[in-house]
């Protein structure tokens, strides 16, 4: 059985920092491609940030853009989330996501919730002003 786990997630005041976990289980993603969303209360989920299976490739929100970073160690069948200069927009449920169907880098179609099998169960960001 698949799972995707999350950590890391907590409550940090505005301008700091958390790097969330999602630790991979059950299944070696270290062939795929792998994503953020995050869902604030009341709005859709969406996308934040994605990585090729090497790492060498990486896609962004604009919103996050210039302030978070998507990596991976696939020895640790493990994706990453640093999160710097946090404001209180970036409160919501993080979720990361898993690929499984190609190798192959689709680029922006990584920011769509489509292409993405399976999925963590989320842990919660607190940006408090």
């Known amino acids: 059985q698949v799972r995707l786990v999350e950590s890391g997630g907590g409550l940090v005041q505005v301008g700091g920092s958390l790097r969330l976990s999602c630790a991979a289980s059950?299944?070696?993603?270290?062939?795929?491609?792998m994503g953020w969303f995050r869902q604030a209360p009341g709005k859709e989920r969406e996308f934040v940030a994605a990585?090729?299976?090497?790492?060498?490739?990486?896609l962004y929100a604009d919103s996050v853009k210039g302030r978070f970073t998507i990596s991976r160690d696939n020895a640790k069948n493990t994706v990453y989330l640093q999160m710097n200069s946090l404001k209180p927009e970036d409160t919501a449920v993080y979720y990361c996501?898993?690929?499984?169907?190609?190798?192959?880098?689709?680029?922006?179609?990584?920011?769509?919730?489509?292409?993405?099998?399976?999925w963590g169960q989320g842990t919660q960001v607190t940006v408090s002003s």
């Open positions: 990585i090729s299976w090497s790492g060498s490739n990486t």
């Open positions: 996501a898993g690929d499984s169907s190609s190798p192959i880098w689709r680029g922006s179609y990584y920011s769509s919730r489509t292409p993405y099998d399976y």
């Open positions: 059950g299944r070696t993603f270290s062939n795929y491609a």
